[in-house]
């Protein structure tokens, strides 16, 4: 199993960061949780918003709550939207309904942690993620 450790939260962000630059995202905000949703990493680009820490990591921390992209909480929220209500009152409002936050997978497919992102709008901001985690060598799903 792969162990997510600093210098690999720190190369997804890389990743991220880079195509952010190739889509001229707006200022992107990075989060990299383990899989005990533990921040292992976080970088915010210059002018960044103040919420996008915790936009991110609710991203991410989405994902890791439920077992699936954010991408697909917000999707069954839509359809469940009453399940959704109590599930953000029983997380204190720590998960984001929005595409941008993804489950990092080794090779043997074991979760190792998720990374969320905010700063453009969610489909870019999920389109970065993949591609920082891609750059690893690991696998997310949207």
């Known amino acids: 199993m792969t162990r997510l450790t600093l210098d690999l939260a720190l190369r997804v962000i890389e990743g991220a960061f880079a195509k952010a630059a190739e889509l001229e995202c707006a200022p ?4 990299v949780l383990d899989a005990g949703g533990h921040e292992v990493a976080v970088q915010r680009q ?16 989405g994902a890791l709550g ?15 939207p009453g399940f959704f209500g109590a599930l953000a009152a029983v997380s204190f409002g720590r998960l984001a309904p929005a595409a941008g936050g993804v489950l990092l997978f080794d090779e043997e497919k074991n979760v190792v942690g998720a990374v969320g992102i ?7 901001d999920e389109e970065c993620a993949l591609a920082g985690v891609a750059r690893v060598g690991l696998r997310a799903q949207p």
């Open 28 to 31: 992107l905000t990075v989060v």
């Open 46 to 61: 210059d002018r960044s918003g103040i919420l996008r820490v915790d936009i991110a990591r609710a991203k991410a921390w």
């Open 66 to 80: 439920m077992g699936y992209s954010s991408r697909e909480v917000a999707e069954r929220a839509q359809k469940a």
């Open 118 to 124: 905010s700063g453009d709008t969610s489909d870019r």
